[in-house]
């Protein structure tokens, strides 16, 4: 079945929302626990799109081989034999074995800048969930280090010498990734937060 056909047995209003899926891409992340200790973190991507969607499903095939970031050389070039890498880092921390902060995000290759981040916020600085996730980020890549605003712009002289640029980003911005996150404090409370970035949201059962 070629791939016009397979589209046609859909409704159009289905195919259109799939055409107009946001330029930066459709990654998302979930981060679940509970009560229990049991903890998931899953992170699910269709890249690009493929524009195939899997007949009766409503499901769409990831273009995964042709994402630059992972297959620099294009299509038709992956060797036989070898695993897809991914940038994609669902990531659970432990403390005294039991789950403390289950996380992910979306965002290629600032997924794995924007988990770290939010870590760091959390165990090192001690901020509250909502604040490490939402607060402002900054990523270095190619020679160019990006910051969303809320970073004081006097650290630009304390920059290595290999930043040869950088760019302040007007406001917060999905580029930056969008972290989903559970965390567990010692009396066993739960506590939730998704990325603004992204919309990201909470639920509780």
Request: glycine fraction near 10%; charge should be negative; charged fraction near 20%.
């Amino acid at each position: 079945m070629c791939i016009r056909d397979s589209l046609s047995t859909y409704q159009a209003a289905f195919v259109q929302s799939v055409a107009q899926v946001n330029k930066w891409g459709s990654t998302t992340h979930i981060s679940v626990i509970d009560e229990e200790g049991n903890a998931a973190s899953i992170t699910s991507s269709n890249g690009e799109g493929s524009a195939y969607v899997i007949p009766g499903t409503q499901i769409m095939v990831n273009n995964m081989l042709g994402e630059e970031d992972l297959n620099p050389n294009g299509f038709h070039t992956w060797s036989p034999g070898q695993r897809m890498s991914s940038m994609m880092a669902p990531t659970i921390l432990l403390e005294h074995n039991r789950p403390r902060l289950v996380l992910g995000s979306g965002g290629s290759n600032r997924i794995r800048t924007a988990i770290l981040q939010v870590i760091s916020n959390v165990i090192d600085f001690g901020m509250d969930l909502s604040e490490a996730v939402n607060c402002p980020r900054i990523h270095w890549e190619r020679g160019v280090l990006h910051l969303e605003p809320g970073y004081d712009r006097s650290v630009l002289p304390s920059l290595p010498p290999e930043t040869d640029d950088w760019i302040w980003w007007q406001q917060p911005n999905m580029f930056f990734g969008g972290v989903h996150a559970v965390a567990v404090d010692e009396s066993g409370r739960i506590d939730g937060a998704g990325d603004q970035r992204r919309g990201g949201a909470t639920a509780r059962s």
